[in-house]
């Protein structure tokens, strides 16, 4: 986890100086103590969580900015059912618009704005990111190789990958999105999606290999399988000017369908080599997400969608367009929970510390004047020595003096904060446990409270170019959304001259490619299926 620039000095002596305390065993409950289990979350945003709002609609992004990670995303509710047998960690370093190169690969995220005397590095908060110039008054934004962050502590890897790699954006914007799309461009995304995704699945064992070998031997990887991003029935794309078409519909599930299928022979493959089941495939997310895909640019979208259409989203938030919503996330984790089945802790290398203090956020975010919950199901400590109490303490500006400090015999604390808290600000969040027998462990998170309960992902200060037509360039050349504002009434509310759709409602040839893939399955054990 990272901490806010600025307190590290001072945690370091609140940390030496948190030891020394001591919590008398009779003052507290005794509480449950249970195994540690450690999940790491890795891929695009696809895992990172774009579209996984909370229960009331509200967008809880919180940083890295630009990565759209949420806290209701599929692995995050993963992990929480498994805290009835285990104190489970769960660490989230998927970054919306990653591709396999950024296993091992900086990743640029964003460009943000500057007054040309400000530095780049003033912008820097988290230990996983860094600023660099490019320009007198712009900064380009960079994460660190997410592969940086896999080690032997962790029991399970869960992932996704590659679709950033065959360009999904592209795909989205020129095959679905009005104003923009057209048979051409479709077309072309298509066969690039079909190049770009061959090249990607031949670099994806070398990725595994190199993830496994940081990992505990006995670790695991969950790759999971991407849902279809298009209701089965019989988009067509039509050009009436040149007289031309094409079933972008089914084209494109076939296209996925195709790559499940390769993926399938990779992941059997690298489990043969490496003479164990190191790679567990989650391949039913199609059948999750079956009938719930929506449907582009026809009066009438699918009203039993899972995923965000574009005016589920308002077009400032493109980087969610055509990704799962909050009720997606939730199906897609209970999917992954009835077909993993059990999972088994590593054994690990004796530890000195006696517990462990952990916070179920990298950041604490919330919106003001409303309560949330703090929570350290996470913490743990050893067997025969409990943990008794859990000492929340929050300083909403840095300066070292806790505006909230209260100890508590339960794993969770709901608090409300009724006053805005600038996340250029260096608040946070301490949390220390101690035990039966007066051991103490400490961490500490950042703490950002506003009215939205997130942390800004668009710049309004950099706003985007536009194209020849006069509509916004909202994607790079490499299909990454950007970071930049544009005034929702230049979003196209028609389609480009000639261009018109249709759809064949009995879907036939995409149902036909549905059976096949579903065919595949057949063989799980072989494929990595199983505990």
Not at 28 to 35: I, V
Not at 137 to 164: I, K, R
Not at 287 to 293: D, N, S
Request: charged share 25%; hydrophobic share 35%; glycine share 8%.
């Amino acid at each position: 986890m990272g901490f806010p620039k600025g307190v590290y000095s001072w945690l370091l002596a609140f940390s030496l100086f948190s030891i020394c305390q001591s919590v008398k065993p009779e003052e507290t409950a005794e509480l449950d103590d249970k195994p540690p289990f450690r999940i790491l979350q890795l891929g695009d945003s696809y895992s990172a969580g774009n579209g996984a709002w909370d229960s009331r609609g509200q967008r809880r992004y919180h940083p890295i900015e630009g990565c759209y990670r949420s806290k209701y995303n599929w692995g995050s509710q993963f992990a929480q059912s498994l805290e009835d047998r285990y104190s489970v960690q769960y660490v989230n370093h998927a970054c919306s618009g990653g591709k396999i190169e950024h296993l091992t690969d900086d990743r640029k995220v964003r460009t943000v704005s500057r007054w040309p005397w400000q530095s780049c590095s003033s912008f820097k908060k988290y230990d996983e990111e860094y600023y660099k110039s490019s320009g007198r008054v712009q900064c380009s934004h960079w994460v660190f190789p997410q592969l940086n962050y896999v080690d032997e502590s962790y029991d399970l890897v869960l992932m996704t990958f590659a679709g950033n790699d065959a360009g999904f954006t592209h795909i989205v914007t020129n095959c679905f999105v009005t104003g923009y799309r057209s048979v051409r461009r479709c077309r072309e995304s298509i066969n690039n999606a079909t190049r770009r995704m061959e090249d990607a699945i031949q670099r994806l064992p070398e990725a595994l290999r190199k993830i496994s070998e940081r990992m505990n031997p006995c670790a695991k990887i969950a790759y999971n399988v991407y849902p279809h991003i298009i209701f089965d029935f019989g988009y067509i794309l039509r050009d009436t000017i040149g007289n031309d078409s094409i079933e972008a519909g089914d084209m494109i599930r076939q296209l996925s369908n195709q790559a499940d299928e390769a993926l399938t022979d990779v992941v059997r493959a690298f489990n043969e080599e490496m003479g164990r089941e190191v790679v567990y495939f989650y391949d039913d997310t199609k059948t999750v997400f079956e009938g719930r895909e929506p449907k582009p640019g026809i009066t009438g979208n699918n009203p039993d969608r899972w995923i965000l259409a574009i005016l589920d989203s308002s077009p400032l938030w493109t980087a969610e367009w055509y990704h799962p919503n909050t009720r997606g996330h939730e199906e897609w984790a209970l999917g992954l929970i009835d077909d993993l089945g059990p999972v088994d802790v590593c054994d690990r290398v004796q530890v000195d510390n006696p517990c462990i203090a952990w916070i179920d956020d990298d950041t604490v975010v919330s919106i003001v004047g409303e309560p949330f919950v703090l929570d350290a199901q996470g913490s743990w400590a050893e067997e025969g020595d409990p943990i008794v109490s859990y000492r929340w303490m929050l300083d909403y500006d840095g300066d070292g003096i806790f505006e909230i400090d209260q100890e508590v015999d339960t794993v969770t604390f709901e608090i409300t904060i009724d006053e805005e808290i600038d996340e250029e600000v260096d608040a946070f969040v301490t949390l220390i446990v101690t035990t039966k027998d007066g051991d103490t462990a400490s961490t500490t998170v950042p703490l950002i409270v506003n009215a939205e309960g997130t942390v800004q992902q668009v710049d309004p200060e950099i706003e985007c170019e536009l194209d020849d037509l006069g509509r916004p360039i909202f994607i790079d050349e490499d299909a990454i959304p950007l970071n930049c504002y544009f005034d929702p009434a230049l979003f196209p509310s028609s389609d480009l001259p000639g261009v018109e759709v249709s759809s064949d409602e009995t879907g036939k040839k995409g149902k036909k490619a549905a059976k096949k893939a579903k065919g595949t399955k057949a063989s799980k054990k072989g494929k990595g299926k199983g505990h």
